[in-house]
């Protein structure tokens, strides 16, 4: 299979797709995820019943959208400078920014108060959790405002979410977004490519499959599918346990 790409395209678009094919499936499986809409893991937004959560590079806006076609925003949290990423998963919100990831309590959802922050070198956060992990990975460069060259993936005990621990950190060619699913955990390495690891064993992350010609920028995981953002479009693939991927299609954005 040969897919070739060139520059990033229509990322508005396909961050709405996302969201949106999230929505769906939830529509009819509704115990999967405690999210209503599912984002990729470089998601600026998120939903949690009837709360919408926004992140701009400094603040976290709530909004309650009981009434869909009337938002009401419910507060407006000062984080800083550097916020880029939300993931919600089970009671907490996991918000990657350019030094670190914070950890929010949701059990109020119109009301999220911070319990912690994991810190590291500046550069830029995607970040999922599965259980008692958060994998994150960290790309240096200019956009994240640092020059460093070793990019990483960072695997996070959150088993206490008030006080997350590393327990490794292993190195990665250039990574963006990354999903995870059962003992798997599929990173998008830019024009290195799309990778899927073996995480059997959580805190360990072992390379099973590279499609070394894709151009991957962030992808959701869903029953055995993959949806990946390309350089030109957002491409369906389908895997297996042996992590045979399978093309399935193509929405092209010029």
Known sequence: MKNKFTKPAGAALLATLFFFWGCAENSSKSEMSPQSGLGGSMARFAITGNTL?????ETLEVYDITDGANPVKATSKNMGMGIETIFPYQNHLFIGANDGMYIYNNQSPQNPALLSKYTHIQSCDPVVVQE????????????????????????????????????RSQPMLSP??????????????????FKILDISDPTLAIEKFHLKDLTSYDVIVRNNRLIVTG???????????????????KIPVL
């Not at 350089?231 to 299609?249: C, I, P, R, W």
Request: net charge negative; charged share 20%; aromatic share 12%.
């Open 53 to 57: 959560y926004l992140v701009s590079k």
């Open 231 to 249: 350089n030109k479009g957002l491409y369906q693939y389908q895997y297996d346990d042996q992590d045979q991927v399978e093309l399935l299609s």
């Open 132 to 167: 008692k992990y958060a994998y994150v990975t960290l790309r240096g460069g200019v956009a994240c405002r640092n020059w460093f060259s070793q990019s990483s993936l960072d695997i996070i005990d959150v088993s206490n979410p008030s006080n997350p621990v590393i327990v």
């Open 176 to 193: 963006y977004g990354l999903g995870v699913s059962g003992n798997r955990l599929f990173v998008c390495e830019g024009d290195n490519g």
